[in-house]
């Protein structure tokens, strides 16, 4: 697929501006995109976690952020798409667009939402969760996290007690328990509370900075263990 970097960008191409921009944006476009290879083993990552809620899987690092090296795996065309970015990180959302095409959406219509910034409790229960008739039009959150580990097992690095979560329902025999640094325990509670309805929800990824992910099914079970992050 050919991309005109130079379409989005104000500045005429000639320009030394110009060519800095498309420059830019091209190294952030090259950034979140993975190798075949990366984005085969990436999506067996996911699709583990997805199917044993609590169980850590990895996916690979590049350029940028690891929740957008996922987001690009996923991402197409037919998949529209809003980014969440803190101020002055919009270049990875229009890395995300140009590397994909997937169109750019509103977060209560998005099919896909990458939140690279925490969402608050509010975003996430205005995601769409679709339909006991259609379920398969919930929102896919890919959620960036500072860190990610079975509980009792600390990250070196990671701060805050974070959120201890444990998970139950299909695909886990038992309970598993993870704790989650980089999201308020309300954000779990909105989400809970999204998933209630099953089979209507949202789907989650967790995805750390060191590239550990862990999967949240809408039909997993969260029971939220402590208190504030």
Known sequence: MTTDLTAVHPAAPGSAAGVAAVRGIGAHVRAVTPTAAQAQADFRALLNVLAR????????????PPALAVAAGLADVEVPTAVLTAPGEEHWAEALHLATSAPP???????????????????????????????????RLVAAVTAVERAGQPVPGAEGP???????????????????????????????????????????????QDGTVAGLPRSTRIEIENGDV
Do not use: K
């Not at 598993?176 to 999204?194: K, N």
């Open 53 to 64: 809620p609590g169980v850590l899987d990895a996916v690979g690092r590049s350029g940028g």
């Open 105 to 139: 959406a509103a977060q209560d219509t998005a099919r896909m939402v990458v939140a690279l910034r925490p969402p608050t409790a509010a975003e996430i229960a205005g995601l769409t969760r679709g339909d006991v008739m259609h379920p398969e039009h919930g929102t």
């Open 162 to 208: 974070g959120v201890v979560l444990a998970l139950s329902g299909p695909g886990v025999p038992g309970t598993r328990r993870i704790r989650v640094t980089g999201l308020p325990r309300a954000v779990f509670e909105a989400l809970a509370e999204a998933n209630a309805d099953f089979p209507a929800g949202v789907d989650v990824f967790l995805v750390a």
